[in-house]
């Protein structure tokens, strides 16, 4: 595993040049070494030598030596390391920076790998001393942005950083004592009687608590970790001043309490606050975490051209034409001479998948012979930064239509193409190609299951999956052909087709960045943003409205009242939440993807709403546990899709998974029980 580190700041390639070649001045901002001499040297042409020293603590220090060539004007510089110190274990090693322009940017890179000494001993030790090496490079980078755009002093950065380091752990302990001692291991008879009192536990107030406790600790660990410390911080304030609120409302007399209550959530208030408010101005380590095409640009390459790289030149030159275009939309029209299907047996064991292929978007079960078609290629960089192609074609046969559609990237781990096969995404690809007489091929590898598109990966077995070879080359001047087999293990080659096909026209819709038909839905109007919200607000009355016709418990009524409050409350405090922990999008593709999610989630409402008018006039007794149960599998069903919707357009949208998972089961479903609680 390399180590690599990556940053974009604001300033000019000379600035960024002169504060990392300049020793002093490196020395100031990289973690990883505390003295750089630069030794004599009789010519420019020469490398530039010098010595390092790390001081490592106790009054120790690890020493090296290191020759770098570098030219501003090339925007590179080449380094060779290494050292002949017995406490480093770094024997030799090489690496480069690159500085890149970029729009009143600089991208600022590094790639270096060692080799190790001391043995087994020494390869021990670097599964520990690889990763702090990346996190202090990473973090070091991060150091030197601050640096440049916002004024601060390194050593003033650091000490900001121990600073929110300190408020962070003071608080992630907190949580964890709070978690552990009294609601695990010596439960108090008044947290319990709390407890029993709110009227909402399972099983019983102890067991509850319990649980309680164990979420608590959970938290208390995700602050440690300093992942998404932003949003961590957002998400502790609400819960300090809600569980504060719940207990002041349930037991006023706490307010009293020297040493509890409003005292310690004070302190817990302002370790807060230090974290959301030095997140920005403090090094973070994962700001400096390569991300490929992070902004559309000129020369950025395509999957294709990341994995085959200098062996791309052998292909012919309408191949790498296709492969690696330009950013935009790209037309063909051909005719597949032959779409074939195995006879015998083979045939009927196989055609279920066919079928469900045809419903996927991936496979059919029509032959024939001459059959038109058309391919549409997209390459963008999607929002999230990844520069991907999207391979559509469509099958014209006699009276029905066939598609295969493709989202293809490059996935750097495994150095080969991940290829999301069908309309949604449901079957992920590994494909490695090789070129051969100025034709590419591309075998498929691993396959899994990827549910709702979301990044869930289930290992396909072998013995079931398809396994595809796809071949194209240059067939003349102007067309391209192309050979597709489908396989299995067991039932061996069972379909495919062949075919030609040419370019149909230029570049078109040729812009730097193609997100609205592959990544993102349009924005909503005016008036749709008010219909949708009119209808969230009436659908939500209408659900607690409906529990009051006709005869029914009064515990059914209140809790329908408490449910259809509760869900309109909580959206809101979802949204604030939401918009504080945002990295990508602007605020209005949020909102209109929030309107989107709730009314998918009031149309299961209205289900629920309608059942209980269809039921007010029969002998069914709405105070029933079959009715109760009803109802919570409709509340049920309406989170886990909603869920799922919103989660499939925040990752489209660039935010990761965890940040996703945790806006909408910490906040929007934790802040609609909390206010179930305090009602």
């Known amino acids: 595993m390399k180590l690599t580190a990556e940053t974009l700041i604001k300033s000019d390639r000379d600035t960024v040049w002169r504060l990392s070649q300049t020793p002093h001045l490196h020395t100031r901002w990289d973690l990883r070494f505390t003295d750089i001499e630069y030794l004599p040297r009789e010519s420019a042409a020469e490398p530039q030598r010098f010595r390092y020293a790390t001081h490592i603590g106790f009054g120790l220090a690890v020493k ?13 510089s080449a380094l060779k390391f290494g050292s002949t110190d017995a406490k480093s274990i770094i024997r030799e090693g090489t690496g480069s920076w690159t500085y890149s322009d970029q729009a009143g940017t600089v991208r600022f890179s590094t790639v270096y790998d060692y080799a190790i000494r001391h043995g087994w001993f020494g390869r021990v030790l670097d599964l520990l001393f690889r990763p702090l090496m990346i996190w202090a490079t990473r973090w070091s980078f991060d150091r030197l942005r601050i640096w440049i755009e916002d004024g601060v002093q390194p050593e003033t950065s650091f000490r900001l950083w121990f600073l ?28 319990i009687a709390l407890v029993q009192h709110a009227g909402l536990y399972w099983g019983t107030p102890s067991h509850t608590l319990a649980a309680l406790g164990f979420a608590e600790i959970a938290f208390g660990l995700w602050l440690l970790l300093g992942r998404f410390e932003k949003l961590a911080a957002i998400l502790s304030t609400i819960g300090i001043i809600s569980l504060a609120t719940l207990v002041t409302s349930v ?96 045939r009927w064991l196989s055609a279920p998948f066919l079928w469900l292929g045809s419903w996927t978007h991936t496979l059919f079960p029509e032959t024939g012979d001459g059959i038109p078609f058309q391919i549409t290629n997209r390459f963008f960089i999607g929002a999230d930064g990844i520069a991907r192609m999207t391979f559509e074609r469509k099958f014209h046969f006699p009276g029905v239509e066939r598609r295969f559609e493709a989202t293809m990237q490059y996935d750097e781990k495994a150095d080969a193409i991940l290829d999301a096969l069908g309309h949604r995404r449901h079957l992920l690809v590994e494909l490695v190609p090789t070129i051969e007489d100025g034709a590419i091929t591309l075998r498929s590898r691993r396959q899994w299951l990827t549910p709702f598109g979301l990044p869930i990966r289930i290992r396909w077995p072998r013995f079931l999956a398809g396994e595809a070879t796809i071949e194209e080359w240059q067939e ?20 495919g087709y062949e075919g030609a096909f040419e370019r149909t026209d230029g570049v078109a819709d040729n812009v730097r960045r193609v997100v609205a038909a592959s990544t993102v839905d349009r924005y909503l ?29 009064n515990g059914a009524k209140v809790w329908g009242a408490r449910v259809a409050l509760a869900a309109g409350l909580s959206w809101p405090v979802f949204g604030l939440t939401l918009l504080g922990a945002r990295r990508v999008g602007d605020a209005w593709e949020w909102f209109d993807i929030c309107l989107r999610t709730m009314a998918l989630g009031i149309a299961v409402l209205s289900l629920a709403s309608v059942a209980n008018l269809a039921v007010a006039a029969t002998a069914l007794s709405r105070g029933s546990a079959a009715f109760s149960a009803v109802h919570l599998a409709l509340l049920l069903i309406a989170d886990v899709s909603m869920a799922v919707y919103f989660t499939r357009k925040a990752l489209r949208l660039g935010m990761p998974l965890n940040t996703a998972i945790v806006l909408w089961v910490g906040v929007l479903n934790g802040a609609f029980v909390l206010l179930l609680v305090l009602q």
């Open 476 to 495: 003349s001047e102007t067309s391209l052909g192309i050979r597709v087999t489908i396989s299995n293990r067991l039932l061996g080659a069972f379909f």
């Open 251 to 346: 037991r006023p007399a706490v307010l009293a309490d020297p040493l509890g209550g409003i005292s310690k959530n004070l302190g817990l208030l302002a370790c807060g606050l230090i974290v959301w408010a030095l997140s920005d101005l403090s090094p973070l380590a994962s700001r400096a975490k390569p991300r490929r095409g992070r902004e559309a640009r000129d020369g950025v390459r395509s999957p294709f051209a990341e994995v085959l790289r200098e062996d791309l030149h052998l292909a012919a030159p309408l191949v790498q034409a296709h492969l690696t275009p330009e950013l935009g939309v790209h037309k063909y029209q051909g005719t597949m001479k032959s779409v074939w299907r195995v006879e015998g047996l083979r």
């Open 525 to 553: 109007s005016g008036a749709a943003r008010v219909v949708l919200v009119l209808a969230a607000l009436i659908g939500t009355a209408a659900y607690g409205a409906s529990f009051g016709v006709g005869s029914i418990s």
């Open 164 to 191: 929110k380091v300190v408020a962070r752990c003071a608080l992630a302990l907190t949580w964890i004592y709070e978690g552990l001692i009294p609601k695990i291991l010596i439960q108090r008879a008044d947290e």
């Open 64 to 76: 090296g030596w290191g020759e770098t060539m570098g030219d501003p004007e090339r925007s590179t």
